[in-house]
C-alpha cells in the first residue's frame, strides 16, 4: 500500500494500511480498540451522509522528529475542533479520549510510512451519519461511522516554496455563514465552481474569498499579513475554518514579539498594503505559503518584490521547528506517538 514514494506522488493519494474505526449511536460508540487492515467499506446506498451531508473530517500531521521519533502536532486542537464539526452536523460527539485513542492507534499502526521532513503521516479522520434513512432531509442522522485513514504524504512544494497568485473574489462567498468553521466536504464542493473559473480565466493558483470586502480565507486555507512589527489576519466568527495553523503562528508570532492584529480585513486594505506588507496562506497541507501576487477587479498587483518576505520565511521556519522537533515545545503541541 504506501510504498510507493510520497515526494514523487501527489498529496493524499497514497494510503497506510491500518485504519481505525468506530461506530456511533444514540448510547455511544463502540470501538473496537485495534486498527484493522484498510478496506473498502460497505455503505447502505441509503445512508443519511450520501443524501443529507451530514459528513466532516479532519486533517492533522504526524512529523518526524529530530531525534528520530515522530510526534502528532496539535493533537487536541485538532480533536476539539472535529468534536465542534461534529456537534454542528447534528450527529453523535463521541467523546475526546475515544479519539485521542483512535486518532493515537491509527498512527502507531501506520508510524513506519512516516516520511522524513519536510513529509509527514496526515492523518484524516472522518465521520458519516449512518442511518439508513432517505426520508430523513429534516431530521439528525442518530447513528454514525467514524474512522481515522492515514496518508504518507511529501512536500507540498515539490521543488521549492513557490509564491501564489490569487483573485480576490468579492461577490460568490466560499459557503454560507453558519456552515463556515465546520470542515465539511460540501464547503469544499461549493468553492470549486469560483475556482475553478478564476484558474481557468484568470490563470491563478487560489481564490481568496472577501464577500462584500470582507477577506476571510481561501478554498483550503487562511489568510495573513505580515511587515516587522506586526502580524494581521480577520478574527474568528463562524464564517471561515479556524485553522489550527493559524492559531500557531499567532501564538508564535506574538511570542517573536510581533503586534497581532485580529480584526476585519477590508479587500481594500489588502490591495492598498500590496508594495509594502508580505502576504501568505497558512494550513496543515501547505504550512504557510507566500503569495505573490493578486488579482482583484481585473488587475494583476505584484505583492511587494512577488517573493517570499523575511518575515514569511522566519514564521515559516519557527513553525516547522516546532512540528518537527528541532525547536522547543514550549506550548505543549507535540504528543509523540507510541
Ligand atoms: C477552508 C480551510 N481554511 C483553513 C484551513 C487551515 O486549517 P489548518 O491550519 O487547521 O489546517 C484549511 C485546511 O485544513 C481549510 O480547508
Redesign the pocket.
Known amino acids: 500500500m504506501a510504498t510507493a514514494d510520497p515526494f514523487s506522488e501527489p498529496f493524499g493519494t497514497l494510503f497506510g494500511d491500518q485504519i481505525t474505526v468506530a461506530h456511533g449511536g444514540p448510547t455511544g460508540y463502540t470501538y473496537s480498540g485495534a486498527a484493522q487492515p484498510l478496506d473498502d467499506l460497505s455503505l447502505h446506498p441509503g445512508m443519511h451522509a450520501l443524501h443529507y451531508g451530514s459528513t466532516c473530517f479532519e486533517?492533522l500531521k504526524a512529523h518526524k522528529q529530530a531525534d528520530g521519533s515522530v510526534a502528532i502536532f496539535r493533537l487536541d486542537d485538532?480533536i476539539a475542533?472535529f468534536r465542534n464539526s461534529i456537534g454542528l452536523l447534528r450527529l453523535p460527539v463521541p467523546d475526546a479520549d475515544l479519539l485521542r485513542t483512535m486518532f493515537m492507534d491509527a498512527a502507531v499502526a501506520n508510524v513506519q510510512h512516516t516520511p522524513p521532513q519536510p513529509g509527514s503521516l496526515y492523518l484524516r479522520p472522518t465521520i458519516l451519519g449512518a442511518d439508513q434513512n432517505i426520508g430523513a432531509a429534516a431530521a439528525p442522522s442518530q447513528t454514525s461511522l467514524l474512522y481515522v485513514l492515514t496518508s504518507p504524504v511529501g512536500d507540498y512544494f515539490a521543488g521549492g516554496i513557490r509564491p501564489l497568485s490569487l483573485l480576490v473574489e468579492t461577490e460568490t462567498p466560499?459557503t454560507t455563514p453558519q456552515f463556515g468553521s465546520i470542515?465539511s466536504g460540501a464547503?469544499?464542493v461549493m468553492a470549486l465552481g469560483p475556482t475553478l473559473e478564476a484558474k481557468a480565466n484568470h490563470g491563478v493558483d487560489q481564490v481568496l474569498f472577501a464577500t462584500g470586502g470582507d477577506t476571510t480565507?481561501?478554498?483550503?486555507?487562511?489568510f495573513f499579513m505580515v511587515d516587522d512589527n506586526r502580524l494581521i489576519t480577520r478574527n474568528l466568527d463562524d464564517s471561515?475554518?479556524h485553522?489550527?495553523?493559524?492559531a500557531s503562528i499567532i501564538t508564535m508570532a506574538a511570542d517573536l514579539g510581533y503586534t497581532i492584529e485580529e480584526r476585519s480585513v477590508p479587500a481594500s486594505e489588502i490591495m492598498e498594503r500590496t508594495a509594502d506588507t508580505e502576504m501568505f496562506l497558512?494550513?496543515?497541507?501547505a504550512v504557510i505559503a507566500p503569495v505573490g501576487s493578486l488579482i482583484s477587479d481585473g488587475v494583476t498587483t505584484q505583492v511587494r518584490d512577488g517573493q517570499p518576505g523575511p518575515n514569511t520565511l522566519k514564521l515559516r521556519q519557527a513553525l516547522v521547528d516546532v512540528q518537527s522537533g528541532v525547536a522547543a515545545d514550549p506550548h505543549g503541541w507535540r504528543t509523540i506517538v507510541g
Open positions: 486533517g485538532h475542533r466560499r470542515k464547503n469544499y480565507e481561501t478554498g483550503a486555507a487562511n471561515f475554518l485553522g489550527v495553523t493559524r497558512s494550513g496543515t497541507a
